[in-house]
């Protein structure tokens, strides 16, 4: 069984278009967050939810919306896409509460070609 | 969260041991050094973590001097299928808000 899974893994569209991202772990994990990996490789925390209540969100577009339906699942979706939001996006778990450097279990990314 | 440094990439050949150093000299009292291992189109996995001297597991030790302004993740052997980046992260096990931060990582190349 997948651990903390994504879909869809590829993703290209054009500018403008919305689209949406969907994350579901099965660990049991209260904490789930969303990254964003460049292409220099920096891997940057965008959201981050505590048992649905959001608790971490960097300074990210409002154009990007985190929606979580209940614990298990964590959904981003952008708005009015821009070649800019190209990157590879993580989804995460964890049992720790949002921020602390417990074990996080990532997912297998989504590649976001924006066109 | 503590700033860390470690190189960028590092060549090893296979059978090897490779070191890798990160620097933190700010780190705090609360804080832990874990590192994570990321597979080219994979997303990164949880190697190790510690908070001072030695830990080790059937991945990777961990080695942390007293001052724990740096430590060394130590992956014995190395195979081709170590290549990968590896990430240094520093901060506390439980702080609601922090954000963990990811650098640059280092990629470490293992060659036949």
């Known amino acids: 069984d997948t651990a903390v899974s994504q879909t869809p893994k590829y993703l290209v569209t054009q500018m403008e278009n919305d689209k949406s991202i969907k994350c579901e772990q099965n660990l049991g994990h209260d904490t789930m967050y969303w990254y964003k990996q460049d292409s220099k490789k920096f891997l940057k925390i965008m959201f981050s939810y505590n048992n649905k209540e959001l608790i971490i969100n960097e300074t990210v577009p409002n154009r990007f919306s985190p929606k979580s339906p209940d614990k298990a699942h964590l959904n981003l979706h952008i708005n009015s896409l821009e070649l800019g939001d190209s990157a590879v996006y993580f989804c995460?778990?964890?049992?720790?509460?949002?921020?602390?450097?417990?074990?996080?279990?990532f997912g297998p990314g989504t590649r976001l070609t924006v066109t | 969260l503590a700033k860390t440094t470690q190189p960028i990439s590092m060549d090893s050949y296979e059978g090897q041991e490779v070191n890798i150093t990160c620097s933190h000299n700010n780190i705090a009292t609360n804080d832990y050094i874990t590192w994570y291992q990321q597979f080219p189109s994979q997303g990164p996995r949880f190697i190790i973590q510690g908070y001072k001297t030695k830990v080790t597991n059937e991945v990777a030790s961990l080695f942390i001097p007293a001052d724990r302004k740096s430590s060394t993740l130590s992956l014995p052997r190395v195979s081709l299928s170590d290549t990968a980046v590896y990430y240094c992260?520093?901060?506390?096990?439980?702080?609601?808000?922090?954000?963990?931060?990811f650098g640059g990582g280092t990629r470490v190349l293992v060659k036949p």
């Open positions: 995460a778990s964890s049992q720790e509460k949002a921020g602390g450097s417990g074990e996080q279990y």
């Open positions: 992260l520093v901060g506390p096990i439980k702080a609601a808000g922090n954000k963990l931060t």
